[in-house]
């Protein structure tokens, strides 16, 4: 917190190493924003499953570098 007027921007967690998407999950449960890297597509189509566990049915927004 601070005194100024600058505009109050949401926090962004990256996760390099994306695995399943826990950090993801937890960031968004924690009304952070989140980017994750993950190279295996194994992980990646568990991305969104895990989110929506952790957060109870919630899954923002996503793409995919190819729709960047």
């Known amino acids: 917190t601070c005194d100024c007027d600058a505009e109050k921007t949401r926090c962004t967690v990256?996760?390099?190493?994306?695995g399943?998407?826990?950090t993801a999950g937890v960031a968004i449960?924690?009304?952070?924003?989140?980017?994750?890297?993950?190279l295996n597509?194994?992980?990646?189509?568990?991305?969104p499953?895990?989110?929506?566990q952790i957060t109870n049915?919630?899954?923002a927004g996503q793409m995919t570098?190819?729709?960047y």
């Open 41 to 47: 597509e194994e992980y990646a189509d568990l991305i």
């Open 29 to 38: 449960k924690n009304a952070r924003n989140a980017i994750l890297c993950e």
């Open 49 to 52: 499953e895990r989110i929506k």
């Open 14 to 18: 990256l996760d390099p190493f994306g």
């Open 20 to 22: 399943s998407g826990t």
């Open 57 to 59: 049915g919630f899954v």
């Open 65 to 67: 570098l190819g729709e």
